[in-house]
């Protein structure tokens, strides 16, 4: 017997109305923020995340599904940020004019050790604003991952802001980092020892609990931050004050990703054990021009979905109802139940009959558990007087109706 990969997991029925509804949910506040749906291929170039992300990166070290396609190298892809930047360039969507506020939802792919939390293939929902280096931007792209979150009816999360400030910035960080940590590197992993000489400030995103415990009380503040850098965070902590979003500084907060610069945050939640982050994201003002286009300013965020679920999504499943069920008795009245079948379908009634030969009281045992409203009965009289049998299936009320007034007194029935 054929059995799932690990690290990945099927969504069932029932769980699948659930995430039908936070998509939903999540649809509607981007819409009113002015976000539009874009849609990537879930295959892209191995290069494009080895020069975006960084190529002393864990997930470009380790954790990419590869695709050697005779001279080609593809992956699937780990993350949604590079990807939506490599179809704004190609597309030319900065010549449309103006800020682009895009949103997208889908699968990612890391090769990994599976745990709670974090799978090989996880679903993201995010969006990513290219076009402007406003702080006020910042504010808004935060306040929509807020927003997000108390749509989903999520609560007991903590927004950790900080800011890495520009490119000279990071460089300034990155040596007060190697000084500061020289002394703690025999408290290190063997990992961190290595990303000291490669990538130093990787150490403060390493989830390591030894590693954590030495660098907590490593002393770290905004004074690597240039004028411009300092003037620009205060802007959105101010902006963030304005609106009432709480937040925590979090100035060993980096993010794992190379393209980060000033602005980032994570969204964390107690109820998520270990990987404790519902989603996380920030400025990338570098990554559009390194990959080819116009220099401009760039915010995003990604949420993951299955941790959104750990983290207690208030919102319940729909009920998958269906408004009629057709019980057919006798072969002839087979052939006239599947016509009124496909008549309710396509005036917009969902429907469903019995295609396991069942008893009567089975066929109704079965129309209960799809939950129908209605359950229309054809028997032999009924098909001498073209009619059906009509049952409200919670009065238990019938009724005798003509077929061809079934629609109308079904249609009737559901607006009343």
């Known amino acids: 017997m054929y059995k799932l990969i690990p690290g990945t997991r099927d969504i069932l029925p029932q769980e699948a109305l659930l995430w039908q509804r936070m998509e939903a949910a999540c649809r509607s506040v981007f819409s009113l923020y002015n976000y539009h749906e874009i849609r990537t291929p879930v295959v892209e170039e191995m290069s494009l995340f080895n020069r975006s992300l960084g190529e002393t990166t864990e997930i470009v070290r380790k954790q990419m599904f590869v695709i050697n396609n005779k001279d080609d190298n593809y992956v699937l892809r780990p993350e949604g940020t590079a990807a939506i930047v490599r179809a704004y360039i190609e597309n030319n969507m900065d010549k449309a004019g103006g800020l682009v506020k895009l ?13 709670k939390g974090r799978q090989r293939q996880f679903h993201h929902i995010g969006c990513e604003a290219i076009g402007s280096s406003d702080a006020g931007l910042d504010v ?3 306040s929509l991952a807020d927003a997000l979150l108390k749509n989903l009816s999520i609560s007991g999360y903590i927004i950790n802001l900080n800011n890495l400030g520009c490119a000279a910035d990071k460089e300034e960080l990155a040596l007060r980092l190697r000084r500061k940590i020289k002394d703690l590197l025999p408290k290190l992993c063997a990992d961190c020892n290595q ?4 990538n130093v400030m990787r150490i403060l995103d390493c989830k390591n609990p030894d590693c954590k415990t030495a660098l907590e009380h490593l002393d770290l503040d905004e004074s690597h931050l240039c004028a411009g850098c300092r003037k620009h965070f205060s802007a959105v902590k101010t902006g963030l004050d304005s609106l009432k979003i709480a937040y925590a500084l979090a100035p060993h907060l980096v993010r794992g990703l190379d393209y980060y610069t000033g602005t980032v945050f994570e969204i964390t939640h107690s109820g998520l054990g270990a990987q404790d982050a519902l989603g996380a994201g920030g400025r990338y003002d570098n990554l559009v021009k390194q990959l080819g286009g116009p220099a401009t300013g760039s915010i995003g965020f990604a949420f993951g979905v299955e941790r959104l679920i750990l983290a207690g999504c208030g919102l319940k499943p729909a009920e998958n109802k269906i408004t009629s069920y057709i019980i057919s008795l006798g072969d002839n009245a087979r052939s006239s139940a ?6 309710l379908r396509r005036n917009g009634i969902s429907a469903d009959t019995d295609y396991e030969s069942k008893s009567l009281k089975g066929a109704l045992r079965k129309a209960n558990d799809y939950g129908a409203k209605f359950v229309l009965i054809i028997g032999d009289d009924e098909l001498k007087k073209n009619t059906v049998m009509l049952k409200d299936m919670e009065s238990g009320e019938q009724r005798e109706v003509k077929v061809e007034d079934v629609v109308q007194e079904l249609g009737k029935d559901l607006v009343t």
């Open 103 to 115: 949103y997208y939802m889908g699968p990612m792919f890391r090769l990994e050790r599976p745990q």
């Open 195 to 198: 990303r000291y000489d490669s």
């Open 338 to 343: 599947l016509k009124l079948l496909d008549t």
């Open 140 to 142: 808004e792209v935060v």
